[in-house]
Nanobody, 119 residues
Framework: QVQLVESGGGSVQSGGSLTLSCMAS????????MGWYRQIPGNQRELVAA???????IYAYSVKGRFTISGDNVKKTVTLQMSSLKPEDTSVYYC?????????????WGKGTLVTVSS
């Protein structure tokens, strides 16, 4: 089992910046991918950015050039630096990870942290 705990959400004005952090605990040894998703109530959860031990970071088109994801593959932490925030970035942001156990993939979610961007 893996537990993911997010921190860093909050409220900011349009054009501002926020940094989200996520730390994994529990059986973290076999985590190989960590990232961030976001979801507005009534909408599907969407990928924001992810980083893996086997490939470089990937980003949603809507956040490219504004958000930067980074991670520590040993400590199993992931950080999302968000800049030039827009009102449409307002959402609940969820930390996510993928874990490989005996060639079976498991995924885990944090409880989410709210980001509110006001115009």
């Amino acid at each position: 089992q893996v537990q993911l705990v997010e921190s860093g959400g909050g409220s900011v004005q349009s054009g501002g910046s926020l940094t989200l952090s996520c730390m994994a605990s529990g059986n973290i040894f076999s985590i190989y991918d960590m990232g961030w998703y976001r979801q507005i109530p009534g909408n599907q959860r969407e990928l924001v950015a992810a980083i893996s031990r086997d490939r470089g970071p990937i980003y949603a088109y809507s956040v490219k050039g504004r958000f930067t994801i980074s991670g520590d593959n040993v400590k199993k932490t992931v950080t999302l630096q968000m800049s030039s925030l827009k009102p449409e970035d307002t959402s609940v942001y969820y930390c996510h990870c993928l874990q490989d156990v005996a060639e079976v993939t498991f995924d885990y979610w944090g409880k989410g942290t709210l980001v509110t961007v006001s115009s």
